[in-house]
């Protein structure tokens, strides 16, 4: 018989390590990784020789260990507060039942973490009874399911944390899903497989969300009268990922309509690939907002008109648009950490006010290799070539240009220079009209 037990519990005879995973989305610290290649079927015999079991709060199952586990086998953990079961095939028992009927502490537990467990069928709310009122976070990455079997009435209560990144749902995403979890704060959608049907929920019972999740979803969403107030029940987003969305046909009307709702409360969007030929506006207009991601769109330039003293924008992260040149003036002067790796860069004089804009601006974390990193586009002799190589080729001496105060001068001289020479002229002039008139005329002969 193989047996088990924890680190510092009888450590000869029992396989187990004590691990920070960080392979899954939801957040497991500090816990008690089980692993043996060689068992394959997991029951409670397994745990009869010791009752320390009892005291364990997590437990960790991962990667490939276990085809079987006994559906009350948990029954045995009376601390269990984590359950973390990560890439397991449970090939043996398709279904896993979670109820207090098979096992009592899952009245207790309070994350559940069953992604990329494949085989699964997963029975949560059996009859719709309320049997985990405790759980907090949730997580169902990449795994087949269907969402009615957990948006149920009185069941997920208390859940703050739901991820679903990569799931197989098997029935539509519609206006009305997500509204069984009143007290959500956490929502990840990213990568959605094989779904039905997906319609933008309207999240009209998701007051509390705060961070929300929507990247890589094959979904239409034309700038319409209702999509343009899809999140407008949202007043306490503080987080929104929208990447791999086709926004291009959004105006910036449009999008102030769309953000609108949590314009006060947000603190980071990351809104990259979806078509963005400019910086919307009331991005300008956040006064919270710390951190934009504005990667992989087709901005050309950034507004030195938006540079108002409400930005308090410290990270701006714009990689990979179509900027060739920047003025220093259109960088909000709240930023600390700036990057423009992958623009086409025009190596010409106009970039050179950037480049000592770098070189000066000490407080402002740019990635120390930033001159390898950003390369010029044109013109063609400079096509491939990085910063540094058009730094030490063109001195910033010379793309100095006349100053304002330069060129007045240089016209007063000239306009001084151009009176005195007709003053001149004028009286010399004078001088020979006056000669010829005092000169005495000739006799008559």
Same mark, same amino acid.
């Given at each position: 018989m193989v047996t088990f037990g924890i680190l510092f519990f009888d450590a000869i005879s029992l396989m187990i390590r004590l691990t920070l995973s960080t392979t899954t989305?939801?957040?497991?610290?500090?816990?008690?990784?089980?692993?043996?290649k060689n068992l394959r079927n997991l029951t409670r015999d397994e745990f009869k020789h010791t009752s320390k079991w009892s005291k364990i709060e997590c437990m960790s199952f991962q990667d490939d260990v276990f085809h079987s586990i006994e559906t009350a086998l948990f029954s045995n953990?009376?601390?269990?507060?984590?359950?973390?079961?990560?890439?397991?095939?449970m090939l043996g028992n398709k279904q896993l039942?979670?109820?207090? *009927?098979?096992?009592?502490?899952?009245?207790?537990?309070?994350?559940? +973490?069953?992604? $990329?467990?494949?085989? %699964?069928?997963?029975?949560?709310?059996?009859?719709?009874?309320?049997?985990?009122?405790?759980?907090?976070?949730?997580? /169902? +990455?990449?795994?087949?399911?269907?969402?009615a079997d957990i948006d149920i009435k009185n069941c997920f209560n208390n859940l703050k944390k739901l991820f679903l990144s990569k799931s197989h749902i098997q029935d539509s995403i519609h206006k009305d899903s997500f509204s069984n979890f009143p007290k959500l704060e956490y929502l990840q959608l990213?990568?959605?497989?094989?779904?039905?049907?997906?319609?933008?929920?309207?999240?009209?019972?998701?007051?509390?969300?705060?961070?929300?999740? %929507?990247?890589c979803i094959a979904f239409l969403f034309p700038p319409t009268e209702t999509n343009t107030k899809a999140f407008k029940y949202l007043i306490k987003l503080n987080e929104l990922e929208l990447s791999n969305w086709n926004l291009s046909q959004w105006s910036s009307l449009n999008l102030s309509t769309l953000f609108a709702p949590f314009?006060?409360?947000?603190?980071?969007?990351?809104?990259?690939?979806?078509?963005?030929?400019?910086i919307p506006n009331i991005i300008w207009e956040m006064p919270n907002l710390k951190t934009v991601i504005l990667s992989n769109n087709k901005i050309s330039s950034l507004d030195?008109?938006?540079?108002?003293?409400?930005?308090?924008?410290?990270?701006?992260?714009? *990689?990979?648009?179509r900027i060739e040149t920047l003025e220093p003036n259109s960088i909000p002067k709240s930023v600390s950490d700036l990057n423009l790796s992958g623009n086409p860069f025009s190596?010409?004089?106009?970039?050179? *006010?950037?480049?000592?804009?770098?070189?000066?601006?000490? $407080?402002?974390?740019?990635?120390?290799?930033?001159?390898?990193?950003?390369?010029?586009?044109?013109?063609?002799?400079?096509?491939?070539?990085? /910063?540094?190589?058009?730094?030490?080729?063109?001195?910033?001496? +010379?793309?100095?240009?006349?100053?304002?105060?330069?060129?007045?001068?240089?016209?007063?001289?000239?306009?001084?220079?151009?009176?005195?020479?007709?003053?001149?002229?004028?009286?010399?002039r004078k001088q020979k009209l006056q000669n010829c008139e005092n000169r005495p005329l000739l006799p008559k002969a």
């Open positions: 989305s939801c957040e497991i610290r500090n816990c008690t990784t089980i692993y043996n953990f009376r601390s269990l507060r984590i359950l973390h079961m990560k890439n397991i095939p039942v979670f109820s207090p *009927q098979a096992s009592k502490p899952f009245t207790y537990l309070k994350t559940l +973490d069953l992604s $990329d467990t494949r085989s %699964l069928n997963s029975t949560f709310c059996p009859n719709k009874i309320k049997h985990l009122p405790n759980l907090r976070a949730l997580c /169902l +990455d990449g795994i087949r399911f269907r969402l990213s990568g959605l497989k094989y779904t039905k049907e997906f319609k933008m929920p309207t999240f009209k019972r998701n007051k509390n969300l705060k961070t929300l999740e %929507l990247n314009k006060e409360s947000i603190t980071t969007l990351k809104i990259s690939k979806v078509g963005f030929k400019t030195p008109q938006r540079n108002s003293t409400i930005v308090n924008i410290k990270n701006l992260h714009l *990689q990979w648009n190596c010409k004089c106009p970039l050179m *006010q950037y480049v000592l804009w770098e070189r000066e601006k000490k $407080d402002v974390k740019i990635m120390t290799d930033w001159y390898y990193r950003y390369h010029c586009a044109n013109p063609r002799e400079w096509k491939g070539r990085n /910063l540094l190589e058009f730094v030490r080729k063109i001195k910033p001496t +010379d793309c100095r240009a006349f100053n304002i105060s330069v060129i007045v001068a240089t016209v007063l001289c000239f306009i001084m220079i151009a009176v005195v020479v007709v003053s001149n002229f004028i009286v010399w």
